[in-house]
């Protein structure tokens, strides 16, 4: 059971647009700390795609979009491509735990 | 770029003990904080310890606390996890990454090396 809770699974066709929830609570999300998204393609290592919220790493294409609000935050993906199928992980940061965290991760196929 | 390999991983029996090392290139080394990162087979990421620069803060998640020792060479621009008394579920890829943040709290990983598999198993 992960402290960050996150769809197990979302899909969606080429040039549609998803969205994947991060839902935390007031010992992470909701107290201010950052969340951070990753992306980790089938047999690599994660990648940082998003950070502080909502900026994107150099280099990730302006479909890629993070937003926080409350205790839950969002990545939103446009334009869905056939290479954006992947497991995506959102993080923060706990202080209750006094742990950084990870969501239990989505995978994203494009249908 | 920044770049990081991970080593030392393999099989081991439960109650063993293992070094990984994790070499780093294309960077100031000593100027940031690092952390360990692992997977377990066919599951989510879990974050197990955070070392500072200079070596003088370190944490751990509850389930290796003293078990697990992160260390580091700025010289040598390495960095290590000592593993012992390992366990069945310990078995993972164990990836290095660089952690961002301005404080001891918070931050993002970035990047990570490509991971070294560790399996403790009898």
């Known amino acids: 059971q992960s402290v960050l809770t996150q769809p197990p699974s979302v899909s969606g066709a080429p040039g549609q647009r998803v969205t994947i929830s991060c839902t935390g609570s007031r010992s992470n999300i909701g107290t201010g700390y950052a969340v951070h998204w990753y992306q980790q393609l089938p047999g690599t290592a994660p990648k940082l795609l998003i950070y502080g919220n909502n900026n994107r790493r150099s280099g990730v294409p302006d479909r890629f979009s993070g937003s926080k609000s409350g205790t839950s935050a969002s990545l939103a993906i446009t334009g869905l491509q056939a290479d954006d199928e992947a497991d995506y992980y959102c993080q923060s940061y706990d202080i209750s735990l006094s742990a950084w965290v990870f969501g239990g991760g989505t995978k994203l196929t494009v249908l | 770029e920044m770049q990081l390999v991970e080593s030392g991983g393999g099989l081991v029996q439960p109650g063993g003990s293992l070094r990984l090392s994790c070499a780093a290139s294309g960077f100031s080394f000593s100027n940031y904080w690092m952390s360990w990162v692992r997977q377990a087979p066919g599951k989510g990421l879990e974050w197990v310890a955070n070392?500072?620069?200079?070596?003088?803060?370190?944490f751990y998640v509850d389930s290796v606390r003293g078990r697990f020792t992160i260390s580091r060479d700025n010289a040598e621009n390495s960095l290590y996890l000592q593993m012992n008394s390992l366990r069945a579920e310990d078995t993972a890829v164990y990836y290095c990454a660089v952690r961002h943040a301005d404080s001891s709290t918070g931050g993002s990983f970035d990047p990570w090396g490509p991971g070294t598999l560790v399996t403790v198993s009898s």
């Open positions: 070392i500072k620069q200079d070596g003088s803060e370190k």
